[in-house]
């Protein structure tokens, strides 16, 4: 998903990671839309998440970071995308600075980075109290 920091020109991709099962994100990074980023984000995936299958869309940054035997890319007809889809629609709802065509936008990334953080938190937080119950 992408959104923009200071002006419109200066897209920014958020990539996240989440668990199929509890449907929590368990990990996220704010950045360009090459491999870089893609390790950044495979980095910041705790250990025992990164032994699991992970499914994507056929973006080669995935390719090039996610080891073979772990990845399987998938188109979204398939609906093993669709918790990452939903969980964007959510972010926009909720948030105004990552709505497409907005007039609030963060001025820098630092801050960009943790109104998500703060979301992300929340988020888990309510997922987690709804499983339990």
């Given amino acids: ?59 080669e940054a995935y390719q090039a970071v996610i080891p073979d035997e772990q990845h399987q890319a998938v188109g979204k007809e398939t609906g093993l995308t669709a918790h990452v889809e939903r969980f964007n629609n959510t972010i926009r709802q909720r948030l105004a600075r990552f709505v497409r065509k907005t007039l609030s936008f963060s001025k820098s990334e630092h801050m960009h980075l943790i109104c998500l953080h703060l979301f992300l938190v929340r988020y888990n937080l309510d997922i987690k109290a709804k499983l339990a119950v």
């Fill in 1 to 59: 998903m992408w959104s923009f920091v200071r002006s419109k020109d200066r897209k920014r991709w958020i990539w996240l990671a989440i668990c199929k099962q509890s449907l929590q994100v368990v990990a996220c990074v704010i950045g360009g839309r090459g491999i870089a980023t893609c390790k950044k984000l495979w980095s910041n995936v705790p250990e025992s998440y990164q032994k699991g299958l992970v499914f994507s869309d056929f973006w």
